[in-house]
């Protein structure tokens, strides 16, 4: 592999515009060499000779002019990465001085686990800075090693030996000297001397990790599974002739197959999210050591598609399976994945399952904990499983039913608590915004807003609730006074959505004229993506006016479009989760933060209210508008 493409592909994006511009200076030796007036090189010949500049005073004043240009934007360049340097490395021995005279104190003083998050955290702090370091360093003698190769120069090598050499970016003896302080520190006060264990806590892996062939192996090897079974059941649809079955069939397995849908979505928004550098694990607050890669999200997708699939099988060929009644077999589906994410045994990924369901308890508990950025993404992905949600709550309801013997079991219609549900997600994500308006202390007029904006949610499933409540008393869904509300209602909410989307979720509109018309400055995307997500997810948003056609002119049944919306809604959330995590990334790196934060109290003043008091501030500081 090249040096340049090396250098992309190791570097920390949240610090890309303090590191070197590789690419620039590689650029302008290329170009040098394609223009040069020299008429002594052949066409052929890949280098321009310097001291051929003796033959022709063009060719001199071309080859001095170059070398003073080129220089200078080296100069340029050192001094961005030197002052860069220079910051974080003051910014480093505070901390480790802090660190000390916390860990040095009574141990009581501090919570040990919170030192021990706080010690971990600076070291991989100090990494990213070793990185940068040593990345600038090879990307400065490279440059200037190809400068004397094609120029046949040797005023490169003795650039670089007068001015990066000496710089004191390059001298790496204090930081190998900090991050040996910080292991031995964690390895005395945190672990009682075993170094191998503070290792084992400390170790950073590698800042782009593969995942392991053997991962990709299962990966590939259960999404084969479930492609074919997946087949199979697509087929066993096609020819089945039990109408009640079918109909049976999808209303107990919509949320399932919804909720694999969402799992395959977000393997692959969690494989592109690296792909082109968006740092998710930061963005959700992640620990790098523990990370789930992408290869075990699409292995977990598929296994629990595999397991759903299989059940679709044996309920559709249940009599050939020599089973009578078909109807315990989604409960296969539901049940099996809900008992592994609670499942306390250390394995299949202990810590990321215990991290969910914290999450979904903050969720539930909004207004009376802070909010960090993975409990609002959560609770808007809930907003776009709502019928995933309902579908679940009638499967629960059938069982119930169904096991109790109740006549009512196989009645699949909406009751009191459908509306409950529905309420629920966007309560959960008003309770958010109102608890971040709150701690907010700048520009807390916007999460009223946010607010303001999933309360008309909340208005709109009110509205739907009475019109289907009082839809039997009129011939026509028009007749039904209650519809302009609805339509009003719905009309409102899907316009403050969809302008919210693209402004504050997206945050394009940004530019409006040039070459990124309508989007930002920066983009991680191909330009064409973010026209493409723009159109979708406003279409999309409007998708309910298709549904009310549809049901009003008879082309569709009603249940027939919850299913189509449901599997669009879910499609929208995957385009809005790259773009969303794109902007709260370029937040980031607008900070320069690569790395989580760090609290520390002064010692004898802190107290466990002082510490939760502080990281709500801090964190409802350092996140993007939401």
């Given at each position: 592999m090249k040096f340049g493409k090396t250098f992309e592909s190791h570097l920390t994006h949240e610090w890309r515009q303090q590191y070197m511009d590789y690419s620039e200076l590689d650029a302008m030796i290329r170009n040098a060499v394609v223009n040069a007036p020299d008429r002594q090189v052949q066409k052929s010949s890949r280098y321009v000779r310097e001291q051929d500049s003796s033959v022709d005073p063009a060719v001199a004043e071309y080859y001095e002019n170059f070398r003073r240009n080129f220089f200078a934007v080296c100069h340029q360049e050192l001094s961005r990465v030197e002052d860069f340097f220079a910051q974080k490395m003051a910014e480093a021995r505070r901390k480790l001085d802090e660190i000390k005279i916390q860990l040095t104190a009574v141990i009581r003083t501090y919570n040990a686990r919170h030192m021990g998050f706080v010690c971990s955290e600076f070291y991989l702090s100090l990494i990213m800075l070793q990185n940068f370091q040593s990345l600038n360093y090879t990307a400065f003698r490279k440059i200037c090693k190809k400068y004397d190769k094609y120029i046949k120069?040797?005023?490169?090598?003795?650039?670089?030996?007068?001015?990066?050499?000496?710089?004191?970016?390059?001298?790496?003896?204090?930081?190998?000297?900090?991050?040996?302080?910080?292991?031995?520190?964690?390895?005395?006060?945190?672990?009682?001397?075993?170094?191998?264990?503070?290792?084992?806590?400390?170790?950073?892996?590698?800042?782009?990790?593969?995942?392991?062939?053997?991962?990709?192996?299962?990966?590939?090897?259960?999404?084969?599974?479930?492609?074919?079974?997946?087949?199979?059941?697509?087929?066993?649809?096609?020819?089945?002739?039990?109408?009640?079955?079918?109909?049976?069939?999808?209303?107990?397995?919509?949320?399932?197959?919804?909720?694999?849908?969402?799992?395959?979505?977000?393997?692959?928004?969690v494989y592109v999210w690296q792909r082109v550098g968006i740092n998710h694990v930061l963005i959700f607050e992640l620990d790098a050591r523990k990370r789930v890669l992408p290869a075990t999200f699409l292995e977990l997708s598929s296994a629990i598609g595999y397991v759903c699939t299989l059940s679709m099988l044996m309920f559709l060929h249940h009599k050939e399976f020599g089973v009578d009644v078909p109807y315990h077999f989604p409960l296969i589906s539901i049940g099996l994945p809900l008992l592994l994410l609670i499942n306390p045994i250390p394995m299949l990924h202990l810590k990321a399952r215990m991290w969910i369901l914290r999450c979904f308890g903050r969720i539930v508990a909004a207004p009376?904990?802070?909010?960090?950025?993975?409990?609002?993404?959560?609770?808007?992905?809930?907003?776009?499983?709502?019928?995933?949600?309902?579908?679940?709550?009638?499967?629960?309801?059938?069982?119930?039913?169904?096991?109790?013997?109740?006549?009512?079991?196989?009645?699949?219609?909406?009751?009191?608590?459908?509306?409950?549900?529905?309420?629920?997600?966007?309560?959960?994500?008003?309770?958010?915004?109102?608890?971040?308006?709150y701690d907010k202390h700048n520009k807390p007029h916007?999460?009223?807003?946010?607010?303001?904006?999933?309360?008309?949610?909340?208005?709109?499933?009110?509205?739907?609730?009475?019109?289907?409540?009082?839809?039997?008393?009129?011939?026509?869904?028009?007749?039904?006074?209650?519809?302009?509300?609805?339509?009003?209602?719905?009309?409102?909410?899907?316009?403050?959505?969809?302008?919210?989307?693209?402004?504050?979720?997206?945050?394009?509109?940004?530019?409006?004229?040039?070459?990124?018309?309508?989007?930002?400055?920066?983009?991680?995307?191909?330009?064409?993506?973010?026209?493409?997500?723009?159109?979708?997810?406003?279409?999309?948003?409007?998708?309910?006016?298709?549904?009310?056609?549809?049901?009003?002119?008879?082309?569709?049944?009603?249940?027939?479009?919850?299913?189509?919306?449901?599997?669009?809604?879910?499609?929208?959330?995957?385009?809005?989760?790259?773009?969303?995590?794109?902007?709260?990334?370029?937040?980031?790196?607008?900070?320069?933060?690569?790395h989580r934060d760090i609290y520390l109290q002064p010692i004898g003043k802190f107290t466990e209210e002082d510490s939760r008091i502080d990281k709500s501030v801090q964190t409802a500081g350092r996140q993007s508008s939401f």
């Open positions: 120069s040797d005023r490169g090598a003795a650039w670089f030996k007068e001015y990066v050499s000496q710089a004191p970016f390059s001298k790496e003896e204090e930081l190998m000297k900090m991050i040996t302080d910080v292991e031995n520190l964690y390895t005395t006060h945190l672990t009682h001397g075993d170094r191998a264990k503070a290792m084992e806590k400390l170790r950073v892996p590698p800042l782009r990790q593969v995942s392991p062939p053997a991962r990709v192996f299962m990966a590939g090897m259960m999404l084969g599974l479930f492609v074919v079974s997946a087949i199979v059941v697509l087929l066993s649809l096609i020819y089945a002739s039990n109408s009640t079955l079918l109909y049976t069939f999808g209303r107990m397995y919509r949320g399932l197959i919804t909720w694999v849908l969402c799992c395959f979505y977000l393997a692959i928004n009376f904990f802070h909010v960090q950025f993975a409990d609002f993404w959560i609770a808007d992905q809930l907003t776009s499983l709502v019928q995933c949600i309902v579908d679940n709550y009638h499967l629960v309801r059938f069982y119930f039913r169904y096991y109790m013997k109740l006549p009512t079991a196989f009645d699949f219609e909406p009751d009191f608590m459908v509306p409950i549900i529905r309420c629920l997600p966007p309560w959960f994500r008003l309770a958010q915004c109102l608890r971040r308006y916007l999460y009223f807003l946010n607010a303001c904006k999933y309360f008309s949610s909340i208005i709109v499933v009110i509205f739907s609730t009475i019109l289907m409540e009082t839809s039997d008393e009129y011939s026509s869904m028009f007749q039904n006074p209650w519809i302009w509300p609805y339509l009003l209602a719905s009309l409102v909410s899907t316009i403050y959505f969809s302008v919210w989307d693209v402004i504050y979720d997206f945050g394009l509109f940004q530019v409006w004229k040039g070459e990124h018309i309508f989007l930002r400055k920066h983009l991680v995307y191909r330009k064409s993506f973010y026209y493409f997500a723009i159109i979708t997810n406003v279409l999309i948003r409007f998708i309910w006016v298709l549904e009310i056609c549809f049901i009003y002119y008879n082309v569709l049944l009603p249940n027939d479009c919850k299913t189509i919306a449901s599997f669009l809604e879910v499609t929208r959330r995957f385009i809005w989760n790259y773009l969303r995590l794109e902007n709260e990334h370029l937040f980031n790196v607008g900070n320069f933060r690569a």
